[in-house]
Structure formats: structure tokens, C-alpha cells
């Protein structure tokens, strides 16, 4: 709790000028608000119990100062809403900016974890909701207690034992609140979760549209988002029951001051010891700190969705970054390509990978991993990236333990090419300049060329400026890779990652891309991960791995002549189709 409202605290620090001001014409504003009443009552008593023509002579000196005073008013009123709010978007846009932030840093083990609709809901819902507590929150309990102390306070110069029944009946409100303050946090903290639920569905749902529709699933897609849409609402009904009860007994005690006025006033008026001129001043205060009170009562409401949203903000700002740079890492300069993993031990959780894996490969060198899905051809070369860490033994570049390397110039000297192409929403040319940031049209152009995309780019009406749709899904298959590969043509990396670049196309696509990819890994070394065997025929070395490990290595022709695993991964693929 300490930790989370210190972290709050921290955004303000940027805006403490507009936040100080903020409170001095809330200030004014409260002060305002309490002097009119002690101004009528001031009347009451001396100016209007005058002859009608000195009331005349003063009424003009009255106008001046009150419209004064009003106008001033107004001005604070303006600055609080208008530079007040904005001062609460600049926090969201800060914590937004922070999220943003440690979501890039974060590993893919988190990603592995968490669900993007989960990690939407975190970015925009929640920060609203903390925007509006930023703004709000502390400007109307500075408002409030100005206006329920100074109430109180002057009440007590008109008549102490009336004030003190009121008090009570406050005090009592009060502890009312805080008991059901608990229950209403409670039920916010659970719409959050239902309210990340409602987007992870959506999100699945719309990702997947295309698979959907292809098996008219619709129906069950409308089943599945019903089930987290209706969790919501039942969530959403216990939150309302929490807020009624809240708010109806909060309501209760403020018809219970009305109440006590009227009859201790009553009473008091009886005794002789309150003049009934001074029980309109206290109907005057009544309205002016019960406004107040139902401001907190709304507060409370907005604390808890403003602390459920923050408590949910801060705890992925608090998670642990596991891979980052090391405090004495140094940028990898001068790549030549030289790989080495030595005695490599990797597993997710439980689930060991491979254990005291050894690979090396020289500079300009050519390797393939094949074998089984699962067996750890993939993560093999996402350690390498560092998209993981190793848990025993060193993976090396040139002699260099990439732990030592900075994570930007690793992966800037690394290029990789997926069989799951993603296109960022834009132009061709957007997303081909994605592998070198401020690249000239003409390096667009010549990496298109490379890439043996440039005519295809050029029959377009838009050319290079078409817009490619969400992910690409204007193009087709060829196309997108093709796309991919020119991105990596232009980022220019020594060392080239295929992770089944081709095995998703159909054959004259694959034809064209096997063309590009043959240019691209030409002077650099290249690690290919293939399920099609007719790609790494001729590799310089092909490595079989499965869920045991390495269980062959050589070139192409040599683990044919060993006919073992390769072997017979080759003729079931080419010569064995009709015996399977």
C-alpha cells in the first residue's frame, strides 16, 4: 500500500506548479462558498435591519464586492477544470509512456504468460480511470475538508450545542463509509479482472476473424465472449450493490443532518438560547459541506477504480526485467559471425529443452537444424537473440559472451526471417525502412530489388506508398516474405536466422523467396530452421536434433550415407510419400 501510493506520488512531481495552484483557487473557491452565508447572516443582523435608504446606499458597494468576488471565483473555477484535467491526461500520458516502455522491455517469458487483451486493458481502461483520480482526487478532498472544517468551525460561533449534534451525526456518516469502503474495493478490483477477461476474448476473437469464418465457428465465438461479457455483468451487479448500499446510507445521514436541524433547532429555539434568524444560516452550511460530502461519497467510488487501476499498473511496472543489459555491457562492433554455444542447459519452467548443447559455427558458414517440432530448433536461435536466457553454460559471437553485449547491438547485428511474417499497418515502404529507421528511398528501393519484389511493388497503383492492410492481409504469402526479406536486406545483419521462411508457400512463391533468401545469406552466417529438406541441401552443416538432443551432424550427402534419422526424414519427405 506505502509503496503504491509513494509510486502515485511520484507522478505529480513534473506538475507540482500546476498542482499547488490547483489547491490555492480550490482554496478560494471553498473560502467563497463559506463566506456567503456568514455575509447573509452579517446582513440579516446590521444592514437590513437599517432605515430602506442607507440599505439603498450600500447596495451598490455590496454588488461590486460580491460580483468581484464571483468572477474571481469563476476564474479559479475555469483554471481548476480546465488545467486541472489536463494536468491528470499529462500523468496518464506519463504512466501510459512507462507501461509502453516496460512492456518493450519485458522478455517473451512474460509475454509467454499474459494475455495482449489483458495487456491492452492495463494500458488504456485502467489509466483513465487513474487520470480522472489524479485530477479529481486530490483537489476534492482538499475542497471538501476546507469546506466541512470551516463549516464546523463557524457553526460553532453560532451555536456550539447544535454544532456538536451535527458533528456526531457526520462522525457516524463517516465510520459508515470507511466500513463500506472495503466491500467497494473489493468489487472494482474484481471488474477489472472481468473487464481484462472481455478484452482477451475480443482480442482472440478478432485476431483469429479468418479462421473463424473459414469454419463458420461464429456461433461458438458468441458463446465464448457471452461467458466473460455476462462474468462482467454479474461482477458489475455485486459492484452496484456495494455502490447502492454505500450511497443509499450515506443519503440517509445526510436527511439525518436536515433532521437534526430542524428539530435541535427547534428545540434550541424553545430553550430561548438560538435566535431563529441563525437556524437559516444553518440550512445555508448544511448545503454547503453536505455538497461536499457527497463529492467524497463519489471519491470513494473513484479511489477505488483509480487504486484497483494503479494497483494493476504498477504491478507490471514491478516486474522484474530478466533480460536486460548487463552494467558493463559493450556494444558487439566489427561482427565477423563466429558462433559458439558451450555446454548450453535451457528449459521453460520445468519443462527441460536440451542439456549441455555444444554448436559451433564459423564465420560465412551455412547450418540447418532439423528434426521433430519440440525438439528445440526455435529456441536454439532465440537464445541467440537473447529473446531467452540461457540457465547453464555461455552462448559467444566472435569470442564475446552475448551476455556482455548490449541488447541493441546483438540484435541489430542478427537478422531474422519467420515463416509467421508480420507487417505493421502502413505503406510497403514503411514497413521495408522498419529494418533500418531513416533509410533512403533509394536503399528502400535497392533492398526491393534484392529481394525480387521491386516490379511486383511497381504494378501497384500506389507503388511503394500502397497500404499494405492490418498485418499485411492485402498481400499475399510470397509477397509479405518477399517484403520481410527486403527489411533484412536493408538492416544488413552478418549473421541471418530462417526459421521456415518457405514452408507455408506454395511452390512458385516458395520459388521466388528461395531465390531472394539465397542472395541474402550469401557472405553471412546463416542458420536455417527447415522442415522442407530441398531448402539445406546445401548447407555447410546439417544438425538433427530431437527431444534428446543432437543426433546427427554433417552435410547433406554424409547423413545420407550414415541412413539414420536424416536419411529417413529424407525418404519419407521425397521417395517414402506412398508407404506412409
Same mark, same amino acid.
Given at each position: 500500500?506505502?509503496?503504491?501510493?509513494?509510486?502515485?506520488?511520484?507522478?505529480?512531481?513534473?506538475?507540482?506548479?500546476?498542482?499547488?495552484?490547483?489547491?490555492?483557487?480550490?482554496?478560494?473557491?471553498?473560502?467563497?462558498?463559506?463566506?456567503?452565508?456568514?455575509?447573509?447572516?452579517?446582513?440579516?443582523?446590521?444592514?437590513?435591519?437599517?432605515?430602506?435608504?442607507?440599505?439603498?446606499?450600500? $447596495?451598490?458597494?455590496?454588488?461590486?464586492?460580491?460580483?468581484?468576488?464571483?468572477?474571481?471565483?469563476?476564474?479559479?473555477?475555469?483554471?481548476?477544470?480546465?488545467?486541472?484535467?489536463?494536468?491528470?491526461?499529462?500523468? &496518464?500520458?506519463?504512466?501510459?509512456?512507462?507501461?509502453?516502455?516496460?512492456?518493450?522491455? $519485458?522478455?517473451?517469458?512474460?509475454?509467454?504468460?499474459?494475455?495482449?487483451?489483458?495487456?491492452?486493458?492495463?494500458?488504456?481502461?485502467?489509466?483513465?480511470?487513474?487520470?480522472?483520480?489524479?485530477?479529481?482526487?486530490?483537489?476534492?478532498?482538499?475542497?471538501?475538508?476546507?469546506?466541512?472544517?470551516?463549516?464546523?468551525?463557524?457553526?460553532?460561533?453560532?451555536?456550539?450545542?447544535?454544532?456538536?449534534?451535527?458533528?456526531? =451525526?457526520?462522525?457516524?456518516?463517516?465510520?459508515?463509509?470507511?466500513?463500506?469502503?472495503?466491500?467497494?474495493?473489493?468489487?472494482?478490483?474484481?471488474?477489472?479482472? *472481468?473487464?481484462?477477461?472481455?478484452?482477451?476474448?475480443?482480442?482472440?476473437?478478432?485476431?483469429?476473424?479468418?479462421?473463424?469464418?473459414?469454419?463458420?465457428?461464429?456461433?461458438?465465438?458468441?458463446?465464448?465472449?457471452?461467458?466473460?461479457?455476462?462474468?462482467?455483468?454479474?461482477?458489475?451487479?455485486?459492484?452496484?450493490?456495494?455502490?447502492?448500499?454505500?450511497?443509499?446510507?450515506?443519503?440517509?445521514?445526510?436527511?439525518?443532518?436536515?433532521?437534526?436541524?430542524?428539530?435541535?433547532?427547534?428545540?434550541?429555539?424553545?430553550?430561548?438560547?438560538?435566535?431563529? @434568524?441563525?437556524?437559516?444560516?444553518?440550512?445555508?452550511?448544511?448545503?454547503?459541506?453536505?455538497?461536499?460530502?457527497?463529492?467524497?461519497?463519489?471519491?470513494?467510488?473513484?479511489?477505488?477504480?483509480?487504486?484497483?487501476?494503479?494497483?494493476?499498473?504498477?504491478?507490471?511496472?514491478?516486474?522484474?526485467?530478466?533480460?536486460?543489459?548487463?552494467?558493463?555491457?559493450?556494444?558487439?562492433?566489427? @561482427?565477423?559471425? =563466429?558462433?559458439?554455444?558451450?555446454?548450453?542447459?535451457?528449459?521453460?519452467?520445468?519443462?527441460? @529443452?536440451?542439456?549441455?548443447?555444444?554448436?559451433?559455427?564459423?564465420?560465412?558458414?551455412?547450418?540447418?537444424?532439423?528434426?521433430?517440432?519440440?525438439?528445440?530448433?526455435?529456441?536454439?536461435?532465440?537464445?541467440?537473440?537473447?529473446?531467452?536466457?540461457?540457465?547453464?553454460?555461455?552462448?559467444?559471437?566472435?569470442?564475446?559472451?552475448?551476455?556482455?553485449?548490449?541488447?541493441?547491438?546483438?540484435? *541489430?547485428?542478427?537478422?531474422?526471417?519467420?515463416?509467421? =511474417?508480420?507487417?505493421?499497418?502502413? %505503406?510497403?515502404?514503411?514497413?521495408?525502412?522498419?529494418?533500418?529507421?531513416?533509410?533512403?528511398?533509394?536503399?528502400?528501393?535497392?533492398?526491393? *530489388?534484392?529481394?525480387?519484389?521491386?516490379?511486383?511493388?511497381?504494378?501497384?497503383?500506389?507503388?511503394?506508398?500502397?497500404? =499494405?492492410?492490418?498485418?499485411?492481409?492485402?498481400?499475399?504469402?510470397?509477397?509479405?516474405?518477399?517484403?520481410?526479406?527486403?527489411?533484412?536486406?536493408?538492416?544488413?545483419?552478418?549473421?541471418?536466422?530462417?526459421?521456415?521462411?518457405?514452408?507455408?508457400?506454395?511452390?512458385?512463391?516458395?520459388?521466388?523467396?528461395?531465390?531472394?533468401?539465397?542472395?541474402? %545469406?550469401?557472405?553471412?552466417?546463416?542458420?536455417?530452421?527447415?522442415?522442407?529438406?530441398?531448402?539445406?541441401?546445401?548447407?555447410?552443416?546439417?544438425?538433427?536434433?530431437?527431444?534428446?538432443?543432437? *543426433?546427427?551432424?554433417?552435410?547433406?550427402?554424409?547423413? $545420407?550415407?550414415?541412413?539414420?534419422?536424416?536419411?529417413?526424414?529424407?525418404?519419407?519427405?521425397? &521417395?517414402?510419400?506412398?508407404?506412409?
Amino acid at each position: 500500500m506505502k509503496h503504491i501510493v509513494k509510486s502515485f506520488i511520484s507522478y505529480y512531481k513534473p506538475y507540482k506548479k500546476v498542482f499547488f495552484f490547483d489547491l490555492f483557487c480550490a482554496t478560494i473557491i471553498s473560502i467563497i462558498d463559506l463566506a456567503f452565508p456568514q455575509v447573509l447572516n452579517y446582513l440579516n443582523k446590521t444592514l437590513y435591519l437599517s432605515s430602506s435608504q442607507d440599505i439603498m446606499n450600500h $447596495l451598490l458597494l455590496l454588488a461590486i464586492v460580491l460580483l468581484l468576488a464571483y468572477i474571481i471565483r469563476a476564474l479559479c473555477k475555469y483554471y481548476v477544470s480546465a488545467q486541472g484535467h489536463i494536468m491528470g491526461a499529462q500523468m &496518464e500520458r506519463d504512466m501510459r509512456k512507462d507501461l509502453f516502455d516496460k512492456y518493450e522491455a $519485458l522478455s517473451f517469458k512474460y509475454y509467454d504468460q499474459n494475455n495482449t487483451g489483458e495487456m491492452m486493458s492495463k494500458l488504456i481502461s485502467d489509466l483513465f480511470d487513474i487520470s480522472e483520480f489524479a485530477h479529481h482526487g486530490p483537489e476534492n478532498i482538499f475542497i471538501s475538508v476546507i469546506k466541512i472544517i470551516g463549516s464546523f468551525i463557524l457553526l460553532f460561533y453560532v451555536h456550539v450545542p447544535l454544532t456538536l449534534l451535527l458533528m456526531i =451525526v457526520t462522525l457516524l456518516m463517516v465510520v459508515f463509509s470507511f466500513t463500506q469502503n472495503e466491500k467497494m474495493q473489493e468489487t472494482f478490483m474484481d471488474n477489472r479482472r *472481468k473487464i481484462g477477461g472481455i478484452n482477451a476474448s475480443l482480442q482472440d476473437t478478432l485476431a483469429g476473424i479468418r479462421v473463424v469464418k473459414s469454419f463458420a465457428n461464429e456461433d461458438i465465438e458468441r458463446e465464448k465472449f457471452k461467458v466473460s461479457n455476462e462474468k462482467f455483468m454479474a461482477s458489475k451487479r455485486r459492484n452496484y450493490h456495494a455502490m447502492g448500499s454505500f450511497q443509499a446510507g450515506n443519503n440517509f445521514f445526510q436527511g439525518l443532518l436536515y433532521v437534526t436541524i430542524l428539530i435541535g433547532g427547534g428545540y434550541f429555539i424553545a430553550q430561548g438560547t438560538l435566535e431563529p @434568524v441563525s437556524l437559516a444560516t444553518y440550512a445555508l452550511y448544511i448545503n454547503i459541506f453536505v455538497a461536499p460530502i457527497e463529492v467524497l461519497v463519489e471519491f470513494t467510488e473513484m479511489l477505488q477504480k483509480g487504486y484497483s487501476g494503479f494497483k494493476r499498473f504498477m504491478e507490471v511496472i514491478d516486474t522484474p526485467i530478466d533480460i536486460q543489459d548487463s552494467e558493463n555491457c559493450h556494444d558487439l562492433e566489427n @561482427v565477423e559471425g =563466429v558462433i559458439d554455444y558451450k555446454h548450453v542447459t535451457f528449459g521453460y519452467d520445468d519443462d527441460k @529443452v536440451f542439456d549441455g548443447l555444444n554448436i559451433h559455427i564459423d564465420k560465412g558458414r551455412s547450418v540447418a537444424l532439423v528434426g521433430p517440432s519440440g525438439g528445440g530448433k526455435t529456441t536454439i536461435c532465440s537464445l541467440l537473440l537473447r529473446f531467452y536466457d540461457v540457465d547453464e553454460g555461455t552462448i559467444e559471437i566472435d569470442g564475446q559472451n552475448i551476455k556482455d553485449l548490449s541488447l541493441k547491438s546483438l540484435r *541489430k547485428s542478427i537478422g531474422i526471417v519467420q515463416q509467421d =511474417v508480420y507487417l505493421f499497418t502502413g %505503406s510497403i515502404k514503411d514497413n521495408i525502412a522498419y529494418g533500418r529507421p531513416g533509410a533512403t528511398d533509394e536503399e528502400i528501393i535497392e533492398a526491393a *530489388k534484392k529481394a525480387m519484389i521491386h516490379d511486383f511493388i511497381m504494378s501497384l497503383p500506389d507503388q511503394y506508398d500502397t497500404y =499494405v492492410g492490418e498485418r499485411g492481409t492485402r498481400l499475399s504469402g510470397g509477397q509479405k516474405q518477399r517484403i520481410s526479406i527486403a527489411r533484412i536486406f536493408l538492416k544488413d545483419p552478418k549473421i541471418l536466422i530462417l526459421d521456415e521462411a518457405t514452408s507455408a508457400l506454395d511452390n512458385e512463391s516458395e520459388r521466388y523467396v528461395q531465390k531472394s533468401l539465397e542472395a541474402l %545469406s550469401k557472405n553471412r552466417t546463416c542458420i536455417t530452421i527447415a522442415h522442407r529438406l530441398s531448402t539445406i541441401r546445401n548447407a555447410d552443416e546439417i544438425i538433427v536434433i530431437n527431444e534428446e538432443g543432437i *543426433k546427427e551432424r554433417g552435410t547433406h550427402e554424409e547423413l $545420407l550415407a550414415l541412413n539414420q534419422v536424416y536419411a529417413r526424414y529424407y525418404q519419407l519427405q521425397f &521417395e517414402g510419400l506412398e508407404d506412409i
